[in-house]
């Protein structure tokens, strides 16, 4: 029998293709996932996903679509134009950028806008300013472009915000686009307006592109606004990609809607490309999106106000701990505790043996095994010695959780 041929051997495809890195905060999730299916009372602070069931108008709206015949067959790649409309409405309510429907595509989740807007403005041995923390799907999106993803980092000390000094010193004559993101996953960080336009004004000055990642922006908290980097400075929008999408404000990850808006010669590319991969989303889901942005923003502002409320739980709980430096968050939900206190020193386990953590992996290994808490490593977001905690799950596990880690670090 003859042997089954190989996989690619396409140089920029194989090699970019086995250099991916599975998404560190879904293997987590995975792994906590797969714990409690043996039984084990494993709490997670893994995924980035709310606890909320998606509000009832919005299923309504879905169940309404599944009754419409047009719904079951192809609709235009680009997405359907109510719903196109609606986002750019969005746009201009949230973002202060007044758009054309046609510079709106609709996408498979948000990551699909990612990966869409990379692809659309990085050519080959492009350089990608990256802000450290970050988002891990990021520098594996960015490689998947050619570019060279070019860490920024910010430690805790910095609210983990970058500064355009440090933009400036990372910044070469092959620098072409930088990636902004606020509110941020994963530090829950937003930038205030002047820090925002002075970023703004950098990269107008040199022409570099941004890809702001918005899909945390109705997510802030304490009064604070998320400002938009085309609100703060409207002149950067002809070189700017705002990527959204529905999955956090109205508790709909699952539906996989996200979008991209950007300038005409930018969106008319990224179009092109979704034409041949994948075509149009899931006109239901596209509908029940209609309805989320449409509709009654009360139960997201509901859900706002829980995710504020644990918030401020989770800080206070986690700042308790010896050894654990928690920054306040100010949006998204996420907090992301410095925990280099933690590292080097020596851990009893249950069976009596002990442990000396080095690295945040690490430490989020013996935490699993220990406390069964699933946290995210900082390896995931860039350097070692922090780790991630979502904060949206339900207020009881999230306590319980929090008190297991108070109990296995009073030792």
């Given at each position: 029998m003859t042997e089954r041929a190989p996989l690619s051997r396409k140089?920029?495809?194989?090699k970019k293709l086995s250099a991916i890195a599975e998404s560190a905060t879904l293997k987590v999730d995975?792994?906590?996932?797969?714990?409690?299916a043996e039984g084990k009372p494993v709490i997670s602070y893994a995924a980035g996903e709310p606890d909320f069931a998606t509000p009832q108008f919005i299923v309504d709206a879905a169940a309404e679509a599944l009754a419409n015949p047009a719904n079951y067959r192809y609709t235009p790649a680009a997405g359907l134009p109510e719903l196109r409309e609606a986002i750019a409405a969005k746009t201009l309510r949230d973002s202060g950028l007044e758009v054309s429907p046609s510079q709106v595509i609709v996408t498979n989740g948000g990551k699909q806008s990612v990966y869409q807007a990379f692809q659309a403005v990085v050519n080959p041995g492009d350089e990608v300013l990256l802000p450290a923390p970050y988002w891990t799907t990021y520098p594996e999106a960015i490689q998947l472009a050619d570019g060279v993803p070019v860490e920024v980092f910010a430690g805790a000390d910095q609210e983990y915000k970058v500064t355009v000094a440090q933009l400036e010193a990372a910044r070469t004559e092959r620098t072409t686009v930088l990636v902004f993101v606020s509110p941020s996953n994963p530090t829950g960080s937003v930038y205030t307006a002047d820090e925002t336009r002075a970023?703004?004004?950098?990269?107008?000055?040199?022409?570099?592109?941004?890809?702001?990642?918005?899909?945390?922006?109705?997510?802030?908290?304490?009064?604070?606004k998320a400002t938009s980097i085309v609100e703060a400075l409207p002149a950067i929008a002809n070189q700017t990609i705002l990527v959204n999408g529905v999955a956090k404000t109205y508790a709909m990850t699952g539906w996989r809607v996200g979008w991209m808006v950007g300038p005409a010669d930018a969106i008319k590319v990224a179009a092109n490309l979704q034409s041949h991969l994948s075509s149009n989303v899931n006109n239901v889901a596209q509908r029940g999106a209609i309805a989320a942005l449409n509709?009654?923003?009360d139960e997201a502002e509901q859900m706002r106000e829980a995710f504020d409320r644990r918030r401020r739980l989770i800080v206070d709980e986690l700042s308790k701990i010896d050894g654990m430096v928690v920054p306040t968050p100010k949006g998204a939900f996420y907090v992301y505790p410095d925990v280099q206190g933690l590292l080097n020193r020596t851990w009893t386990r249950r069976d009596g043996s002990t442990v000396t953590p080095t690295t945040s992996l690490e430490l989020a290994d013996f935490i699993l095994d220990e406390a069964e808490v699933a946290v995210v490593p900082g390896e995931a977001f860039g350097p070692s010695g922090y780790l991630r905690l979502s904060y949206a799950l339900g207020d009881d596990q999230l306590l319980e959780g929090v008190q297991r880690l108070q109990r296995l670090f009073s030792a």
């Open positions: 140089p920029s495809v194989s995975a792994k906590a996932k797969a714990l409690k970023i703004a004004e950098w990269a107008l000055e040199h022409g570099i592109w941004v890809i702001s990642d918005e899909i945390y922006q109705n997510l802030t908290y304490e009064g604070v509709g009654p923003q």
